[in-house]
């Protein structure tokens, strides 16, 4: 603070109340609603107090939004895609830092491009490679002749098939790659000095015991930062899992279960069951970044620079 | 940037990377071919395969009225979206920059909508809108029949941008902070003696200082409104009244999977990203060139 100025000083207080009031309500809200009766929350103007019913309606979400195994999905593919992003991430950053190879940039830049490539905008033929990912694989085979040749030599046609729909690989698999990732990796080891480097080589470390001993434990702050960002942003995917699952009872998420809690067009308005189950979606990922914040938000600075 | 130490071997850099290779091409590269495969040919509706039917698709797309206006919604979207969720972060974080007493509670509480799942706050909003019932549905107790969202396409808009506006607000106050908090104290300081209040020195010497992260999250933002808008559509308004909040995304999956024109949407996927790609390349242009100031 540069100046002591009381009325300035009180504006500021009035405004940032005047925000988190903004950032708080919906939170609020939700939790109300959720707390009602249906007649309550039937109610014209709705009463902002809460009322005493939150833990029926929470049984009731728990059970109309069958919640148990959808949260269970959920973590299994949100904790499934962050740790393999973050392996990932650090060895291709490993690779593309630490080694002197052919073709590193044009590895670096084939993973950067695909930042200009989100889901959204190849959701079709990304779901197409789901249903059967090994495809490429036989389209080269296809191409090359291969498949005709061995037909012939051996009459076994060849027709690879490997069909992710309706399974946790195919809901954690095609999210794991990152470029965000491996830039945050790459960040961080770039300011690991040279010295490290000399020292362990001069030690006789093989590079992976370097990477094990060394990078890895020094960039835990960075992991954890990470971990927390994608932690949320897999938690909240809802475009991918709608697509991938058709056997939604098995393998829907409980992000997709939302749509499902949503009161019917003409049915019974119950909305505060919809908000005891949004209640109970929401909060994961929230109690996450708040534990975590002074860490998730050095990751996502640092991915500015 | 280059090390001066590395290490030399023909085949463990590739070991490490070529698990990450690998799912890049084949749900990166892979798909995006097929989608621009898929644009230039079109199915025959009596079997027999693919036909190249060059730029036919575009032309399709680019005829139709209905896809000028999903464009077009999508720009005013994009855009109302990104100046709402920017200028209330700003504001935000140039207020909790004074460091003030008790400062650190406010920070925290701004943070939270990041957190949220563009679904789950699709049905919060959804809920506070709803006509029926007791928030902003109240004032058609004064005015009746004045708020309708699931007939009325604005209002329906509307209340879709104002939530996704929300969603943004926690990362975009975070990199407002950051690069608020940033500029040397002794700027603000030399303003001061100056003479200059807090409202000039935010005009004058602030945020000029902060355009390039301004910048950066200008562009962040108008790519989010494209793309993430989806979970928000679908559970808010379903592209409806009558299509009046289909934005691109929502389209493309609409074509894609409902309609099940697989040229149509790679075509209009095809639009969608090259607007990404060009935002990005932007975005990359911009930083290459922006000034430090630490």
């Known amino acids: 603070m540069i100046e002591r100025s009381p009325f300035f000083d009180f504006i500021t207080y009035v405004a940032m109340a005047i925000g988190a009031l903004l950032v708080i309500i919906p939170f609020w809200i939700t939790f109300v609603a959720g707390s009602q009766s249906l007649q309550e929350v039937s109610q014209v103007p709705i009463s902002l107090l809460p009322s005493g019913h939150l833990w029926e309606n929470l049984q009731a979400a728990w059970v109309r939004g069958d919640l148990g195994p959808k949260l269970l999905n959920s973590l299994i593919v949100a904790v499934g895609v962050t740790v393999g992003k973050i392996t990932l991430a650090s060895l291709s950053a490993f690779a593309i830092v630490f080694f002197n190879f052919r073709g590193r940039m044009i590895c670096f830049w084939l993973i950067f491009i695909t930042l200009m490539l989100p889901l959204e905008v190849r959701i079709v033929p990304t779901y197409a490679i789901a249903a059967n990912a090994l495809l490429p694989f036989q389209v080269i085979l296809d191409t090359l002749g291969i498949s005709w040749l061995v037909q012939a030599a051996s009459g076994i046609q060849i027709s690879l098939n490997w069909n992710l729909l309706n399974s946790y690989t195919g809901l954690i698999l095609p999210l794991v790659a990152t470029a965000t990732g491996t830039f945050l990796y790459r960040q961080f080891f770039m300011t690991i000095p040279d010295e490290l480097v000399e020292a362990s080589k001069m030690d006789g470390a093989h590079p992976i015991e370097f990477f094990f001993d060394v990078l890895l434990p020094l960039s835990r702050t960075n992991m954890l930062a990470l971990a927390t960002i994608m932690f949320v942003g897999s938690w909240n995917q809802y475009l991918w899992p709608l697509l991938i699952t058709t056997d939604r009872a098995n393998f829907g998420t409980v992000v997709m279960q939302l749509k499902a809690l949503i009161p019917a067009q003409n049915g019974t308005p119950d909305w505060n069951v919809t908000m005891a189950g949004a209640l109970i979606i929401m909060l994961p990922p929230l109690l996450v970044v708040a534990f975590m914040q002074r860490w998730f938000v050095r990751g996502l600075i640092s991915r500015d620079k | 940037m280059e090390r001066r130490a590395y290490y030399k071997n023909p085949v463990l850099p590739w070991l490490l990377i070529a698990p990450q290779l690998l799912l890049v091409a084949i749900f990166f590269y892979w798909p995006t071919s097929q989608a621009l495969y898929w644009a230039f040919t079109l199915e025959q509706p009596w079997g027999g395969g693919n036909s190249w039917v060059w730029f036919d698709n575009f032309l399709a797309i680019f005829r139709d009225r209905e896809y000028w206006g999903t464009v077009l919604r999508s720009g005013i979207y994009a855009l109302i979206t990104t100046g709402l969720s920017m200028s209330v972060a700003l504001t935000l974080a140039a207020f909790v920059d004074r460091s003030l007493k008790g400062t650190k509670l406010f920070q925290s509480i701004y943070v939270w909508p990041y957190a949220i799942a563009a679904p789950a706050a699709g049905v919060a909003f959804r809920f506070i809108f709803a006509p029926e019932s007791g928030l902003v549905g109240s004032i058609n107790d004064i005015w009746p029949g004045i708020w309708d969202p699931s007939t009325n396409g604005i209002q329906a808009l509307v209340m879709v941008m104002i939530c996704h506006a929300w969603l943004g607000i926690g990362y975009n106050f975070i990199f407002f902070l950051a690069a608020l908090q940033m500029i040397p104290r002794s700027i603000s300081e030399a ?43 679908d559970t808010m308004t379903e592209g409806g009244p009558i299509g009046q909040t289909e934005v691109m995304v929502y389209k493309i999956y609409f074509d894609g999977f409902k309609g099940l024109d697989y040229s149509g949407a790679a075509a209009q996927s095809i639009v969608l990203m090259l607007l990404v790609i060009g935002l990005t390349f932007i975005q990359f242009k911009w930083v290459e060139r922006r000034v430090h100031y630490h």
Do not use: C, E, V
Not at chain 2, 206 to 222: C, D, K, R, S
């Open chain 2, 191 to 233: 303003g001061a003696m100056d003479g200059a209040r807090p409202f000039r020195r935010m005009l004058d010497l602030q945020l000029p200082l902060i355009a390039p992260t301004a910048f950066f999250l200008f562009i962040m933002n108008i790519i989010s409104s494209f793309t993430d808008s989806f979970g928000l559509i």
